[in-house]
């Protein structure tokens, strides 16, 4: 199956920068696709063990399973006041 990423601002210090497309196996979950992003991109990998996934704009867990086509969202949970 055939995904797209986009990293939130905080894991990809330029906005511009364009959604990852990536071929993943059937049944692969966001626990899956992080581990694949985080092989790819050593420096995001500490992020990405804390980001917050959105599957085509909801909000969903590290155990939810992707579809071919869906656009993936990992942001990292804002702090501060």
């Given at each position: ?20 497309t ?60």
């Amino acid at each position: 199956m055939i995904v797209r990423v986009r990293l939130g601002l905080l894991l990809a210090p330029i906005s511009a920068r364009p959604p990852l497309t990536l071929a993943l196996p059937d049944r692969a979950t966001i626990s899956d696709l992080c581990e694949r992003v985080a092989m790819e991109n050593p420096e995001h990998a500490r992020g990405l063990a804390s980001a917050t996934a959105f599957v085509n704009a909801e909000q969903v867990g590290r155990a939810h399973a992707l579809r071919d086509g869906d656009e993936i969202t990992l942001m990292l949970p804002m702090v501060g006041g």
